[in-house]
């Protein structure tokens, strides 16, 4: 498990920009994210997709539930979800297939769906410090997340 602490929303997409580059050659990564409103789950997710080298404007899912992002060289693919309007595990679409298929998954709101979680992903838990400082503990759960913890 790893701390790191942000102070502005510029630290924030840099942290997930470390975590997309040292985590986009892995053929499979999910990452969950676990937030209250306001924390910056988007704004690590513009990070992450940026160090996966996709150039698309990255925003949230919350009423389309799912948005996918390819990179430039069609070598890595983000599937961004936002869970905070899912109402029943299952309902809406078929999460399992994207939860155990390819590419990098980032989970907003996991919680929604506990059935589904896998056993292999990076946690990332965080918490709002004032207005702009954020607190993003990084606990990795098997592997591969477990090489970006150690050098984040």
Known sequence: MKTKITHNADETKNLGFEIGLLLKEEPHVVILLDGDLGAGKTTLTQGIAKGLGIEQIVNSPTYTILKKYDS????????????????????????????????????????????????????????????????????CIGYPCKRAVDYV
């Open 72 to 139: 430039k060289d069609r070598r890595r693919t983000l599937f961004h979800l936002d869970l905070y309007r899912l109402s029943e595990e299952g309902s809406d679409f078929d999460l399992e297939e994207y939860i155990d298929g390819s590419g990098m998954i980032v989970v907003e709101w996991p919680y929604q769906v506990d059935a589904f979680l896998p056993d292999d992903y990076l946690l990332i838990k965080i918490n709002k410090l004032s207005e702009n400082k954020r607190e993003f503990v990084l606990d």
